[in-house]
């Protein structure tokens, strides 16, 4: 599909020149028809090839994204007002439609096929398609270009596009049929077609989408797992914590029981000492006593020393 601008044509139906036999043109061929201001307006010489022209990208393209039409002024600096780049930017996966600095000026004798040049294609792009130039068109055409790669694709203003070819038909007879539209009217049937966007770069959107969600989601039970596991080892740590201050509050209190048990039985000992010490003192005295035969002394003594064998043996 390619868009015309409309652009002022001849009336009559200029034919090429008589000398020109059918068939595919060459650069000789080409070069006296331009001369004549047919095939094409705005031409360039140094652009006309063997058995080609190339076109070279013109001033005006425009693309739809997200339903948006985008559009984008390309050529020299006029004036302050009027911001213009001298590169386009073709998106990855993208569909731009871009005009000519050539305009299409056809003999009622001759057609034109055009194709991208090759280097452009190498880099990713391709032309929408590949139409015939109808005898007798006269315009400016917008081309469909599909940068089909994932890389951004940058041509500037004036750069060679297209290669068109023209072909002389055989001479024109009864029947005849002209071009019912010279002039053409595909600007507004393009718009009234309604947003063409490259459906590859929808899906790829789409695509982009989902893994973005799913990437989130993951992200986001990642970061649950993770706090998860946090807490989890958290717990663990306390837990191991508890179980060894209890281990150690218990060691303390075992030691402060035997600690206790050591002093007290040092302190019973003690007291049996001394009373087994006492017990002794008192039977020597007794012994000491019996010999001088007082008897209520003697009596005295001997329940003293019950008391203190009785006080020792529950002692014990």
């Given at each position: ?16 020149p008589?000398?020109i ?96 040049k ?13 139409p ?16 089909f ?21 055989l ?79 218990a ?39 019996s ?26």
């Open positions: 599909m390619a868009i015309h601008e409309e652009n002022e044509c001849q009336s009559a139906l200029p034919l090429s008589a000398d036999p059918s068939g595919m043109l060459s650069s000789p061929q080409i070069g006296q028809c331009l001369k004549l201001g047919l095939l094409l307006t705005n031409h360039a010489d140094a652009n006309l090839r063997s058995a080609t022209y190339d076109m070279r990208l013109g001033d005006t393209a425009f693309r739809y994204e997200n339903e948006k039409r985008l559009e984008f002024h390309l050529g020299p600096q006029i004036d302050k007002n009027h911001a213009v780049d001298n590169t386009l930017v073709f998106a990855p996966n993208s569909l731009t439609f871009v005009n000519t600095i050539e305009d299409f000026n056809m003999p009622a004798d001759i057609i034109a096929r055009f194709n991208l090759s280097n452009w294609v190498h880099k990713g792009l391709l032309l929408g398609t590949a015939i130039v109808d005898p007798q068109f006269c315009g400016k055409m917008m081309l469909p270009i599909h940068n790669s994932s890389n951004l694709v940058q041509i500037n203003y004036g750069d060679a596009l297209v290669a068109v070819e023209f072909t002389k038909t001479p024109i007879g009864p029947g005849y049929v002209p071009n019912p539209e010279p002039e053409g009217k595909l600007l507004r049937y393009i718009d009234s077609a309604g947003k063409v966007e490259s459906s590859v770069y929808q899906a790829l959107k789409q695509n982009h989408a989902f893994y973005d969600n799913i990437q989130s989601k993951t992200k986001f039970f990642t970061i649950a797992g993770g706090m998860s596991l946090f807490l989890l080892i958290c717990a663990n740590m306390t837990l191991m914590m508890n179980i060894f201050n209890l281990a150690e509050n060691r303390k209190q075992a030691a402060t029981s035997q600690m206790m048990i050591e002093s007290f039985d040092e302190k019973e000992q003690k007291r049996v000492n001394d009373e087994q010490k006492e017990i002794n003192s008192l039977k020597l005295e007794l012994h000491k006593l010999q001088s035969l007082d008897s209520d002394k003697i009596r005295e003594l001997v329940l003293r020393v019950q008391k203190l064998e009785e006080s020792h043996r529950q002692a014990r």
